[in-house]
C-alpha cells in the first residue's frame, strides 16, 4: 500500500501530501543520478538532488562569542538572539536523533562560541548516545577550553577544532578585539596533550598574514600531532566593511607560499573541505588548505547546519531555511520533521555560489550561521 506523508506548508504553498514514490519522482524530473539516490533513500539515508549523501550536521548552540573577530561582527552594537529563541537542550538533542535515524553520523558543534553555553557537556554526552551517532566535533575560539576540557574528554568527543588567526598577541588582539592570545595559546597546547584523537588548527587567511607567520603556523605541524588548516575568509561580516578592505587572500597564494616554504609536501586525502592536505617530512601533523570562499569543493558537500534559533540550511551560503524550532514548538510528529529535514536536504543547492543571493557580497554574521 502506498504510504502518504503530510508535508509542511512550502512558502506560499498550502500544506499537502506527498507519497514516496512522488518525492522520488521529483529526482527523475531532475535528470540526476536516480540509481545513487534511489539506493540511498531505500537505506533512509539522505540524499540531495545531485546524489550527494549528507551525513554531517553542523549545530550553532548560540549566536554568543567572547570575542569580536573583525571579519564577524562589529565591536559594539550587535543584537544578540534572546535565550526563549534559541533551540534548549532538548529541541537539540531531538533534531541531532532524527539526523541520526536518517544516517547522518558527524556532528559538530559550533557558535557564536560553543564553550558559552553551560549545558554544552551534557548535550554532547547525550548526543554521544544517540543512535548512529558515531564522531563529536567542537569549533571553538579556544578561551574557554582549559576550563571545559575534562567534560569534554570524559563526554567522548572525537574531535576539537581551535580557531587562531595570528601568533603574535598585538596582531591576534588586532583581529580579535580582546587581548587573550595567551589563554588561547596555553590552552591550545593543553588539548594537545589531551588525548583527544583530533585537533585542528583554523586560521583564517587574511591578507596580512606573513610568510613568516605562515610559516611558524605550519611549524607547529613538526611537533605536535595537529592539522593547521588555511582558511580563505568569507563574506559574513554582518554589517561592517571588513569584507570591503582587502582582507582577502586566496587559497591558491597559501599554496604558493606553502611549495615555496616547504619542500617535502606530501599529498593526502584530507576531511570534504579541506581540498588540499599535506603531510610534511619529519612534521606529526598535517597542513590543509579550504577554499571556503572560491567554493571548489561543493562537488562533495556533505553538510547541514542548524542555526541556533533552529533554522535548518542546507547550505553555508542559503539565505534562508527550514524553520525548525517553530515546528518543535508546536509538538510536530517525528514523522514530519524527518520529512521536513529530508526536504531541506533534496533542494540543497548544487553549490553555494548558486546559493549565495545575487545582490549581496555578505549575509548574516557568522555566529549566527555556525560557520
Ligand atoms: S558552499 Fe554550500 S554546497 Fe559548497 S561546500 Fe559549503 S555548504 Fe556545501
Known sequence: MKKFVS??????ESPHRKCSCCIFFDAILLCQPLEQIH????????ADRFGRRVNYLRVAVTDR???RCVYCMPEKGIRFKPATALLSAKEI???????????VEKVRFTGGEPLLREDLPEILSEAAALPGIRSLHLTTNGLLLGKYLPALKKSGIHGVNISLDALQRERFRKITRRDAFQTVWENILQTLDAGIPEVKINVVALADLSESELVQFVALTQSHKVTVRFIELMPFNHETESWRTNAFTSAKRVLRLLNEHFSGLIPLEGSATEQQCFAIRDHRG???????YTRSMCGSCSRLRLTADGKLLNCLYAESGEELRDLLRLGISDE????TIQKAVFSKPKNGMLAQPHDSGKQTCMTEIGG
Do not use: D, E, T
Open 65 to 67: 562569542c567572547n570575542f
Open 7 to 12: 508535508l509542511p506548508a512550502w512558502k506560499g
Open 39 to 46: 539506493k540511498m533513500m531505500q537505506q533512509n539515508l539522505l
Open 286 to 292: 598535517k597542513v590543509a588548505i579550504i577554499p571556503a
Open 336 to 339: 514530519i520533521l524527518l520529512r
Open 93 to 103: 538533542l531531538r533534531v541531532i536523533g532524527l539526523a541520526g535515524s536518517l544516517g
